[in-house]
Each structure stands twice: as C-alpha cells, then as structure tokens.
C-alpha cells in the first residue's frame, strides 16, 4: 500500500520567478515587470530582471530534475513573453524558448506540465483593466488558442490558472501583489468572476485546439483547516471549515477555497458567499456557470498549512490554540504536516476527482556551511512529514496522482524578493550557480523509491 506505481513526482517553479531575461527576444512588460520597477512594493526593491536565468540555462535545470529523477515539471509560460501585447502578434522568439524547453524535458524523460498563467499579465492589458475588463475571458481564450496549437502536439497535462486567490485577493484586494490595487467589493466580485470564466474559456480553446487528447485542471490555493481530533464531531467541523467563510468579510472570501472550486467542479457559487456578498456580484447566468464549469481531469490544490479546529457547542469550527513555540517556517507559515491527510481527504469527497498537490515546500533559513553545502534539515524534516501524512492518504483510499515540491530552486519570492529560499537546490544569485542541497538528495530517494521509505 502506498503511492500508486504511475504515481507523478516532480517539481514546480512559474516563469517570471526563474526566467529572467525580462526584456530580452521580443518579450512584452507584465505587471510585475511595472510593479518591481516602480519601487516600494518588493523586499529591498530586487526584482525578477534576472531571477534565476533560466532562460539561458534552462539546460543545465533540466539535468538536475533529470538526476534528481522528477517524472514532471510544472512551469508557468509568460503570456507577455509569447504575445507581447496579450493579444494579437505573436512573438516567434517566445514559442522558440518554450519549444526548446519542452523539448530539452522530453528527451530527459521529464514530463511537461504547462500552467498558462501564474500571475504575470501582460502589462498592455492592465492598461486595459486587465481582469476587471469584461473582454479578459476573450483575451485568455485568444492565448490558450496559440498555446493549444504550438504546444500540444508535445505537452499533455496543463493547468490553466495558478492560484486565482492571490490573482485577486492580493493583486486587487489587498495590493500587495501587482497590479498592487484595492478595489471595491463590486470590483472585487466582477474580477473573480471574469477569471473563473477565463479559466473556462482556456478550457475551451485546449479541448477545441489541441493535437492530442490532454489532461487539463487549474491550481487553485484557500484556507484549510484539520481536526484537534479524530473524534467524529471534530472531523465533520473541520470538513465543513474548509468550504465555508469563517468570516463574513472580503479579506475570507479572497482564501475561501468553495469560492474558487465551487463554481468549477459544481457549477455554482457557495450559498454563504452569495448570502452575505451576492448584490456586489455582476449578473451571473446560467451560461457563465457552465462555462466555468467544465470537466476537469483531476483536481490540483497548492498546500502549505492548516488551521487545527475543533467542534464547539454548536457543531461549527472553533480554532484550537497553537501551544508557545509551534513551528514555523522561515517566512512565518505553521508547519501542520497533517494537512497533506486531511485536505484531499475532504476535497476528494466534495469534488470527486484525482487529486495532485501542485505546489507543497517550505522555507527555510538556507545558505551555503563550510563545507560548500547545504543542510537544509528543516526541510527534509518538513517533507518527511508532510509526505509520510500524504502516503497516509494514500492508503486510505484517496486517489492521489502526484506531487509537485515547490520549488526546484530558490527563485524570486514576489513581494519578498529573494529574501525567502523555498528550493530544493540553492540558487547564488550572483554567480548563478546551483547546488544541490539536502533535500534534494532526500527527495531523490523519495522518487526513486515511490516514497516507501517514508
């Protein structure tokens, strides 16, 4: 018992945090390009001008996922790169890139997973109220249709939309992502629903333009919560947190898992969402609801951490205290391994789909001993455990499809710049240069040995 034997190891990263070559070959400038240039939003004011080069060493990248023995890799293409204005021309330069990575993956036997989008807008169409404009689901369909016909003939799996919760929550919400905005609520809600409807439309121009049969799903983020207990009551309230608002207030809404999922695997908005917040949302019709709604192949989730809860008085959530000195990792997240159990257990009941873990990792207080290594032994730990809870879920019937660690290599951070490490190789951003580091090695025997030593 354990992890399926086709079970899918590998490892993510998203463009604009490895790439660099920002104004290189034709690419277009994106909102984090603008919002990093402009100063004050970013850790240090660094930006993702160089990142990790992967643009000009994607070879070498590829042949340590190759000797780490990944199966996959989850990358994000930059729409800017591709389509410098977001619509219209496209940029012959772009495709040669990803062509050349795809294909580099391919002959190392490494499986390409493509997210088309994780974030990085094309900076003409913020210019015309990027996802706020009742065109943006149009514009998405017009970039999957150039993707879907250059790509598919090689890429097999792809995800549409890497964590809608941040897209609006902390890039129109909160403004601590780009485009750095705070709209209002009527705002808020209409640019939820033209990305959801966007990932729709993706679906789509996949499904209509590609050459071969694909797998597609998006990778969506939210607020998890897991029981104190294995006593009933616990379960069940926790199992309900997970898909309701623990507060009636936009900042909830933006983790609410239901709020994205909902309307993708069920075709419908959460009644407690619309409850409380349904006369800021623009007209919904049925038509929206089906396009939103598509079949997916599997169900992809971002993970990092939970909120333990228990059963009050009333059967609902109550947050259970963290005892003084519960860990944490290097950017402040909890370490709660029991979550990677809980979290598909409850999404596969509600949703009914395989399930993948599309990005899970950890930061850490990295940097290169005396030795010239790096003993990352945080991170082994954090992967012991959070895997050993995954295996779990495993053997307890829930069909799981794959891994993805976030991240292969420390990369640019968004608003924390390069100040957090969450790579399984250490990146010098000076010199460019890659070493492996604990982890690493622990997650290759991990591969090579369908994680039966967890």
């Known amino acids: 018992m354990g992890f399926k034997k086709d079970f899918i190891w590998g490892g993510a990263t998203a463009s604009y945090q490895v790439e660099g070559a920002a104004y290189e070959d ?86 390409p997973f493509v997210t088309l989008y994780h974030w990085d807008l094309p900076y003409a169409l913020h210019l015309q109220g990027g996802w706020m404009n009742p065109n943006s689901p149009s514009w998405f369909y017009e970039y999957a249709k150039v993707v879907a016909e250059h790509f598919s003939d090689r890429v097999k799996n792809f995800f549409t939309i890497n964590e809608p919760q941040c897209i609006v929550g902390l890039g129109y919400q909160t403004g601590e992502h780009a485009p750095g905005l705070k709209v209002g609520p009527s705002d808020y809600f209409r640019i939820w629903h033209n990305v959801l409807k ?25 607020a998890l919560y897991v029981p104190e207990t294995n006593k009933p009551e616990d379960i069940e309230a926790a199992r309900k947190a997970n898909f309701s608002l623990p507060e009636n207030s936009i900042g909830a809404c933006s983790w609410d898992v239901a709020l994205c999922c909902d309307p993708v695997y069920l075709g419908q908005y959460p009644e407690d969402i619309l409850k409380e917040f349904g006369q800021f949302f623009p007209k919904v019709t049925d038509a929206d609801m089906k396009l939103i709604s598509q079949p997916l192949d599997f169900l992809g989730q971002n993970i990092y951490n939970a909120v333990t809860v228990r059963a009050g008085e009333d059967g609902k959530a109550v947050r259970a205290a963290r005892y003084d000195g519960f860990p944490q990792t290097a950017i402040g997240w909890p370490v709660t391994p029991e979550v990677l159990y809980w979290a598909p257990k409850f999404m596969q009941e509600r949703y009914k789909k395989p399930f993948m873990i599309t990005e899970n990792g950890m930061a850490s207080h990295d940097w290169v001993g005396v030795d010239g290594k790096v003993h990352d032994q945080a991170r082994v730990d954090f992967m012991a455990r959070y895997l050993g809870a995954y295996k779990r879920a495993a053997e307890d019937g829930v069909d799981l499809a794959g891994y993805f660690a976030w991240s292969v290599m420390d990369n640019f951070e968004w608003a924390y710049g390069y100040s957090q490490r969450f790579g399984l ?21 991990i591969i090579e040995t369908n994680g039966e030593n967890l």
Request: glycine fraction near 10%; aromatic fraction near 12%.
């Open 26 to 111: 034709g690419k277009g400038l994106n909102i984090w390009d603008i919002f990093c240039k402009d100063g004050g939003h970013i850790y240090e004011n660094q930006t993702g001008d160089a990142a990790c080069d992967q643009y000009h060493r994607y070879k070498e990248d590829v042949q340590i996922m190759k000797e780490m023995g990944m199966k996959a890799y989850r990358f994000s293409l930059s729409w800017a790169r591709i389509m410098p204005e977001g619509t219209g021309t496209v940029n012959e330069k772009g495709l040669k890139y990803y062509d050349n990575l795809i294909n580099e993956l391919l002959d190392n036997g490494i499986e």
């Open 198 to 222: 966007a990932h729709g439309r993706a679906v789509e121009a996949l499904r209509e333009f590609s050459k071969q049969p694909v797998k597609i799903s998006m990778a969506p983020c939210g």
């Open 425 to 445: 190789v250490y990146t010098d951003y000076n010199t460019q240069k890659r070493i492996w580091k604990d982890s690493a090695y622990f997650y290759k025997n």
